[in-house]
Nanobody
Framework: HMQLMESGGGSVQAGGSLRLSCVGS???????MGWFRQAPGKEREGVAI????????VYADSVKGRFTISQDNARNTRYLQMNSLKPEDTAMYYC????????????WGQGTQVTVSS
């Protein structure tokens, strides 16, 4: 059974940076790993996805050019480097996994809070 654990959240001023980490156990080889976020009163939003097997990435328009998703398969870890943070990036950030080719992210971490002040 896969387990995911996020870390690295915190409070930062606008324009600052944070790096989130997601450590996973028993991640299947054909996994697509994603970062999502949800702000209070808002729908959950997909931020970035990376394919475990080849590192291919996809980003939401709202974070392109500012956020970078990466991975270290030897350490079973995915990262989300967040630069030029804006107050609207404030949210709980979640790591998730699905089998590439399927639609549903079936495995989720507990989340890590990111707060950006103006």
């Amino acid at each position: 059974h896969m387990q995911l654990m996020e870390s690295g959240g915190g409070s930062v001023q606008a324009g600052g940076s944070l790096r989130l980490s997601c450590v996973g156990s028993d991640i299947f080889t054909t996994a697509c790993m994603g970062w999502f976020r949800q702000a209070p009163g808002k729908e959950r939003e997909g931020v970035a996805i990376i394919k475990r097997v080849d590192g291919a990435t996809v980003y939401a328009d709202s974070v392109k050019g500012r956020f970078t998703i990466s991975q270290d398969n030897a350490r079973n870890t995915r990262y989300l480097q967040m630069n030029s943070l804006k107050p609207e990036d404030t949210a709980m950030y979640y790591c998730a996994a699905r089998l590439c080719g399927t639609q549903e992210f079936s495995e989720w971490g507990q989340g890590t809070q990111v707060t950006v002040s103006s």
